[in-house]
């Protein structure tokens, strides 16, 4: 959030809405109209002292109305951008008798009352919407008493009040007494999964988010007795989600209740609740009371909002107010106007990892359109300050307004802060950050020939960047500043103790001036960057991944093992749900990649690959090495081989989805020449189950419901067996309701009593317990379907983690940097990953990565060079014992043992990989690794200086 | 330093004889590898320069005091000996060694000569070891607890010494006095220049060793060994006790020892400890003790006895590459000579072994077992 | 102005978007209607599975 | 009025990894949460980072606790950095253990960027703790000989 409001390539615009698009692709241009803050953007430092002198108070909408702000407020602590926004329909200048308290309490005039509304064009190639998703608010129905009982709240109010920052400060409480609740009850599915109310849709990421707040509750109120999540389907597809719902399910307190209560009342005396649900082990209708509940509300768009914006783009939306894809599996984020993109959740609900990696694909597709209009990087030239002679420190004490000021005497930090060592020019400021004062820092370092700079002020997390630009446009290496957090960390933590607080103060500045003194400039290394790509894996992902980035103008080869692309999907029929013919698919998808100068490999193996991001060099089998300055990982997975499950292998009439897919493909669908008549399904075959892939595999609920289908068209009769049915992909929610309307039998087994096979050698029948009659169900079946889960390829998944330095984690699949914030990188610089290699996914998930992963190798490959950071560590070959220590225990595989002649070995850190985390430093048993900027002489003078009062 | 302070330990030290033969450096373990070491450059220093710059140079550290120049010399120069007191004046001036596991165990040392919190050690002490509170022979087991503790990963287990040396004891009818607050004996602090720290360690453990009683004291440590014997009394005056080393009284009673040991079969060589064998010239009873199992097969290696190559590190610190060398020619040494097993005296040596052996330094297949005299004897009355 | 791509929407996505093209030298207009950037994933505590911060 | 007594003012040493504790120190700081003044904080990129010598130096110069903090298993930024810093800690446990150390004075603790609230408490309770242990009876001693020493040479 931070970096986009800093990026001199993005422009924010906010309290501002587009109004126009006219013109063509590569060619648009957009009105946008911004409504008047009243405050001055550039001035606005958000001390906050504005707020303070308000007299207005009024509901908060970002606490969803639970806590309240003034009528000149700063939406949330760490908004961005950091200025304050005067909301004039509740701030009193608006009538006769002017107030202008928040104008007489700024120190710097940033209030501007005659503010006005401005419209402007802006040029654009493209356009990416982005406008998430509102919720679905219960009030119109007033489902389950919402609006009229005061202890069933939403979970969007609940998230805020388990929010140590929102308006309960982290308190759990019921809104009627303001008591701790003992028993909490969520409710899934409000207001989707339901023609009656909301949408049919299934909103993706209610259930995890449920089981996370029923997790939390414990945390923050350990008095709460129970929780219970009231559910219909538990829906934890995503990669880890299984895992932690299992996590939720071992906690004795969390009670997962099987159906949506028929109704609540309420308890007029104690405003307690009472549940109408049905006892899961006798069936019969049962009471449970509860003293709050939560309406897991579902992610839906304000029509009105997104059909307006919709007309002005000139995109369709759906009959929920989604945009609509230009065609769902392969084309998803591609909106029906050529030059307009989907990500997020304006295209239908999503989850935070998936949000991400569309966002990167929308991101590459945009990119696209303006490949010829990337902005040059402006080399600087700017004389080095000299730092080799002793430490010249200069201190800067922020004042922050009265955020530091009101608590400690800054004065005398500064006084006391000039007679410590290397010292040299101490001063304060009202605000050290802010504009006037940064050039102030500027001329010192001139004046004074200051070679260290210190400020003591708020946290490095946000400032240090500001800081270290200030003092690198003099020339100052910006590793030779240093901050002293004596704001979040000090004045407003200790704002009852200033005495104490001061002594703190004093201390960490002491500290920081040691510090300072013992740093060294460090350079940040630039390597080169090879503008060009690899993709490996020739399936839909693969050739999506690699014509995107041609598009952008990236040389790209694609290279794929076998010797046809398009993987998995030329096995199949048709796609889900919109049954598109994957003959068709693969031909345009092919024609696509034709078009955009790829080159293709096929019958390519690659079985090396040297060098660090920027520079790889792939070493294939049969075509040569290819030089590339980025990597994709579009290997996809292998499929669940169930031998031995359900008679399988053994037993004629069981066969896998896949084989029935192509059955589907030739036509009919028949058994040694004979008809079928009742065809069974079986879920979660090699899915779900700890022992062989822990996790969901996403694509077979859809895909059953969309074969089930097609079965129900040729006469079938069909049974599914299922633990829970996650049809939560695009429209797939829907044809699950279609399908039971078809006929089409879903019966729900548990998940310690799998479904038995009944047939000696042919199948003809099939039984299985079944919670919902607390009874055996049992069927005559010629034909059972096992839909096999999605599995690592063992062999060539081991070989490609050894060549690419990539972890697998626990799942057996690839590893990605972070599972919600880096879905499509992988730890190791310069190499991506995408479609199934990642985790199991359906089509429409695999392809939007894929985009996603291009997205995020064009951020690299669009650049000549890339900076790597300098904060890393190296070791010193003659203290290096060769133990190996470091090497076994980095995860990044940035040392690496290498002989030093002689016949010797040590180990040596790739800068290009160490990610500077400290962690072989201290686990070096002789002291040969050292942590730049973080060394053991900085850190133990720091410690001298608190704990013996000087540096001796 | 004060000028005339400094003239004396160079005439103590015998410095001023040196023949500028360059005989020191030949042999000195560390110039074999580090060709810009020279013992001999540091006394023609130390007799021409400002000692002060001398004591600034990072190579006062990187001296083992293995004494085994000392030995070569004809003129008799006290090499270790002047660079213990030349630490002192860079210890002085700041001018610190690299200390190994990032100075834990040097922090270790001073909280124990400062410190008047009780430790808690005697955690290895199992049930079936003997030990008592008053008696003729107390047991000083240095700092084992704390190896073990901080070198888990290296499953060294070097208590294993300590409850053989009280297990041994026992065999004999001994049950020694162990003090359940025994501090470091300051071997580490003396060499690395902190006398301040050493001379409170030294009056702490002599004041608590005179409180049990005890006429004479064992050690199996010969760091411990020599501290207490030489360097003691140098700060302390006469001890009031006895020192002897553990291998001196098993060979006194090795008659009465041998019916008891049972056979080991494998071939062993012997690594002489610096402190033990140079500094306190013991080289015979360790030896007496490895022939006295029966079915060892002693094979010695090429440098041993009053020539053997140290174990590459003292003190925690300057551990480094070149120690790396030292210790794999060590233990490539055992194996040339055919052995399976590298059997030392002196838990460091120990600890530094085990160490080297980790990495890929030296190919399994040559990598042979490392094993305290004092664990292999108990191992030996066990097998009986 | 320089010419450059359009995101509507200061959230997650958003962002995320505008930090990918600005990384690959285009420019960006981001476009928020709010006072503020964030949308939905600044008023989470924490996020599932991890449990780590939302922002 | 109370007769004044000489408050007991410990001197508590912190760890905190930049990108989950610190942070979450910041989030108290946010959220204005109080808790009390006796910490130092000392900021690494990693709790790995931290070595068991820092640690044994710190009670050394007569640190009265000592806290050491990372992101929870999983989060870590550096995906096992923090396993790492377990790794020693379990060895200076052991170690402060057969030193006497009162084991109320070290800890290692893990808190997220959003646990503002968990990061309070924490110092709150380790505050309280330590008062509770009182002063470190490890005193330093001095500094580094400031004399010439009579000099003891034996061999």
């Known amino acids: 959030m931070m970096d986009a409001g800093r990026h001199p390539l993005i422009d924010v615009f906010t309290l501002s809405e587009v109004i126009g698009l006219e013109g063509r692709p590569g060619n648009y241009q957009a009105t946008v109209r911004t409504a008047p803050r009243y405050v001055d953007l550039d001035l606005c430092t958000g001390c906050g002292q504005c707020s303070d002198a308000c007299p207005i108070a009024v509901p908060n909408e970002f606490d969803i109305g639970l806590g309240t702000r003034k009528a000149i407020y700063s939406p949330f602590p760490q908004a961005v951008p950091n200025a304050y926004t005067l909301d004039f329909d509740n701030c009193l200048n608006d009538v006769i008798l002017a107030c202008e308290r928040c104008r007489k309490a700024c120190d710097i005039n940033a209030i501007k009352y005659d503010d006005y509304p401005k419209e402007f064009t802006i040029p654009v190639g493209s356009v990416i919407v982005a406008t998430g998703t509102g919720v679905y608010t219960p009030y119109q129905k007033g489902d389950y008493g919402y609006g009229i009982y005061p202890n069933v709240m939403t979970g969007l109010e609940y998230e805020r009040m388990l929010n140590a920052s929102g308006p309960t400060n982290g308190k759990i409480i019921r809104p009627s007494d303001g008591r701790t609740p003992k028993k909490v009850a969520f409710i899934q599915c409000i207001g989707a999964r339901c023609a009656l109310e909301g949408g049919e849709y299934c909103s993706r990421f209610c259930c995890l988010n449920s089981a996370k707040c029923a997790l939390l509750t414990k945390d923050h109120e350990p008095d709460v007795d129970e929780v219970s999540i009231h559910y219909i389907d538990m829906r934890a597809f995503g990669k880890g989600y299984d895992e932690f719902y299992r996590r939720t399910q071992a906690e004795p307190w969390i009670k997962y209740v099987r159906g949506k209560p028929s109704k609540i009342l309420e308890d007029p005396e104690t405003r307690n609740l009472i549940l109408y649900t049905e006892d899961q082990a006798t069936g019969k209708p049962q009471k449970r009371d509860a003293d709050l509940v939560i309406l897991a509300s579902a992610g839906m768009p304000n029509r009105e909002v997104t059909t307006q914006l919709a007309k002005i783009l000139g995109i369709e939306t759906d009959e929920y107010g989604f945009f609509v894809s230009r065609q769902s599996s392969t084309q998803a984020l591609e909106a029906t106007r050529d030059g307009i993109y989907l990500c997020g959740c304006s295209r239908g609900p999503e989850d935070i990892p998936d949000s991400v990696a569309q966002a990167s694909g929308a991101a590459a597709l945009a990119a696209k359109h303006l490949a010829d209009h990337r902005i040059e990087r402006i080399k600087e030239d700017i004389p080095q300050v000299d730092t080799s002679g002793p430490p010249r420190i200069g201190v800067f004490v922020c004042n922050c307004g009265i955020n530091i000021a009101g608590v400690l005497d800054v004065k005398k930090l500064a006084e006391q802060a000039a007679k410590l060592p290397n010292v040299v020019w101490v001063q304060s400021d009202l605000f050290t950050c802010s504009d006037q004062a940064q050039r102030v820092i500027q001329e010192r370092i001139v004046e004074h020939k200051l070679n260290r700079i210190i400020a003591a002020a708020c946290t490095p997390r946000t400032h240090e960047p500001i800081f270290r630009e200030t003092i690198r446009l003099v020339g100052l290496n910006p590793y030779l500043f240093e901050m002293v957090n004596i704001r979040d960390q000090c004045s407003w933590v200790h704002a009852h103790e200033p005495e104490a607080a001061m002594e703190r103060a004093t201390d960490q500045i002491r500290m920081a001036v040691a510090r300072s003194a013992r740093l060294e400039p460090l350079e940040a290394k630039e390597l080169k960057v090879n503008p060009s790509a690899v993709v490996i894996g020739g399936g839909l992902a693969g050739m999506r991944a690699a014509t995107d980035l041609a598009l952008q103008g990236f040389p790209v080869t694609l290279i794929e093992k076998t010797e046809r692309l398009g993987g998995r999907s030329r096995e199949l029929n048709v796609t889900f749900p919109e049954e598109y013919d994957a003959e068709t698919l693969f031909n345009e998808a092919y024609e696509r990649l034709k078009q955009s100068g790829a080159r293709v490999l096929t019958g390519t193996e690659v079985i090396g690959v040297d060098g660090f991001v920027g520079g790889f060099t792939v070493k294939t089998d049969t075509n040569g090495d290819v030089k590339a300055g980025a990597i994709i990982m579009a290997i996809g997975s292998d499929i669940y081989n169930p031998v031995g499950e359900y008679g399988y292998g053994m037993t004629k009439g069981v066969i896998t989805n896949m084989q029935l897919e192509a059955q589907l493909k030739q036509g009919e669908v028949e058994l040694d020449g004979e008809s079928v008549k009742t065809a069974a399904f079986v879920q979660c075959v090699g899915s779900r189950d700890p022992e062989t892939n822990p996790g969901c595999s996403r694509y077979c609920c859809a895909t059953t419901v969309k074969q089930a289908l097609a079965l129900r068209k040729r006469g079938i009769n069909v049974i599914v067996f299922y633990r829970d049915m996650r049809t939560f992909s695009h429209h797939a929610e829907e044809s699950y309701r279609e399908a039971r309307r078809a006929g089409v039998v879903f019966v729900r087994y548990n998940d310690d009593r799998k479904p038995e096979i009944i047939g000696e050698n042919k199948v003809t029948g099939i039984r299985a317990y079944t919670e919902a009659i607390d009874d055996i169900v049992e069927a005559d079946v010629d034909l059972v379907v096992l839909a096999v889960g999605l599995s690592p390829y063992k062999e060539a998944y081991a070989k490609l983690k050894e060549i690419m330095k990539v972890p697998t984690g626990p799942d057996g699949f690839f590893m990605e940097r972070h599972p919600k914030l880096g879905p499509v990188e992988t730890n190791t610089e310069g190499i991506f990953v995408c479609g199934c290699a990642q985790g199991p996914k359906d089509l429409t998930d695999s392809v939007a990565q894929a985009s996603g992963a291009a997205g995020k190798a064009a951020t690299l490959l669009a650049n000549e060079t890339v900076l790597l950071d300098p904060t890393t560590c190296a070791v010193s070959f003659d203290l290096c014992r060769d133990c190996g220590t470091c090497v076994a225990i980095c995860d990044f595989h940035a040392p690496e043992r290498v002989a030093i002649g002689g016949g010797l070995f040590a180990a040596k850190i790739n800068e290009a990989l160490c990610k500077g985390c400290g962690t072989c430093a201290a686990m070096c048993p002789t002291g040969a690794i050292k942590a730049r900027h973080f060394t053991d002489n900085q850190i133990s003078s720091m410690m001298r200086v608190f704990l013996l009062g000087s540096e001796a | 330093m004060a000028e005339a302070t400094f003239q004396k330990t160079l005439s103590l030290t015998n410095a001023f004889r040196c023949l500028e033969c360059g005989k020191c450096t030949a042999v000195c373990p560390i110039s074999r590898y580090n060709g810009t070491y020279s013992p001999r450059r540091i006394v023609g220093r130390l007799i021409s320069e400002n000692p002060a710059n001398v004591a600034l140079d990072p190579n006062v550290w990187t001296c083992l005091t293995c004494g085994l120049c000392n030995a070569r010399c004809p003129s008799d120069v006290k090499y270790s000996a002047m660079t213990k007191v030349l630490r002192r004046e860079a210890f002085r001036l700041h001018n610190d060694p690299s200390c190994s596991h990032g100075g834990a165990l040097q922090a270790m040392m001073r909280i124990h000569a400062t410190s008047n919190q009780p430790q808690d050690r005697m955690g290895w002490v199992t049930g079936d070891l003997k030990i008592a509170e008053k008696g003729e022979w107390g047991y000083f087991v240095g700092c084992l607890p704390y190896f073990d503790a901080l070198f888990s990963d290296l499953e060294s287990n070097t208590l294993a010494i300590a409850k053989s040396v009280v297990k041994v004891l026992n065999v004999l009818g001994i049950e020694p006095v162990v003090m359940k607050d025994e501090r470091c004996c300051g071997h580490d602090l003396l060499w690395g220049g902190d006398i301040e720290n050493f001379k409170l360690l030294a009056e702490r453990n002599v004041k608590m060793i005179r409180a049990t009683g005890v006429k004479k004291v064992l050690t199996a440590c010969p760091e411990c060994y020599r501290t207490l014997a030489v360097d003691y009394p140098e700060v302390v005056g006469p001890l009031g006790f006895q020192m002897v080393y553990i291998t001196e009284l098993l060979a006194d009673v090795s008659a009465q020892l041998e019916k008891k040991l049972g056979e080991i079969k494998k071939t062993v060589s012997f690594q002489d400890p610096c402190r033990l064998g140079r500094h306190m010239g013991i080289y015979d009873s360790p030896r007496r003790m490895i022939n006295l199992i029966p079915g060892v097969q002693f094979n010695e290696m090429t440098k041993r006895g009053p020539g053997a190559i140290c174990c590459g590190t003292s003190a925690w610190q300057n551990c480094d590459a070149t120690s790396k060398r030292i210790q794999t020619d060590r233990l490539l040494g055992a194996y040339n000579v055919g052995a399976e097993m590298l059997v030392t005296s002196c838990p460091k040596c120990y600890v530094h072994f085990k160490c080297a052996l980790q990495g890929e330094s030296i190919p399994e297949d040559k990598k042979v077992e490392v094993k305290d005299l004092i664990v292999l004897l108990a191992e030996a009355l066990n097998s009986k | ?55 | 009025m109370a007769a004044e007594t000489k408050e007991f003012k410990p001197k508590i040493l912190v760890f905190a990894c930049n990108w989950c504790s610190y942070a979450g120190a910041d989030n108290a700081g946010v959220n204005r949460m109080q808790y009390p003044p006796d910490i130092r904080v000392i900021r690494t990129m990693c709790s790995g980072r931290v070595n068991p010598g820092h640690i044994l130096e710190a009670f050394r110069m007569g640190a009265d606790g000592v806290l050491w903090s990372g992101c929870h298993f999983g989060d870590c930024h550096y995906i096992f950095g923090n396993y790492e810093a377990e790794k020693n800690y379990k060895k200076l446990v052991a170690m402060l253990k057969l030193l006497g150390v009162d084991e109320r004075r070290f800890r290692l603790e893990w808190v997220s960027a959003a646990e503002g609230n968990k990061w309070a408490a924490l110092i709150k309770e380790f505050v309280a703790d330590i008062k509770a242990a009182g002063p470190s009876p490890h005193k330093m001693n001095g500094s580094r000989m400031s004399q010439p020493q009579p000099l003891p040479i034996v061999e």
Do not use: H, N, W
């Open chain 3, 1 to 55: 102005m320089d010419k450059g791509v359009l995101v509507i929407g200061g959230g997650v996505a958003g962002i995320q978007a505008a930090l990918d093209l600005a990384a690959a030298r285009v420019k960006t207009y981001l476009v928020e209607k709010a006072p503020s950037l964030g949308g939905r994933m600044a008023q989470l505590d924490k996020t599932f599975p991890t449990m780590d911060c939302s922002i």
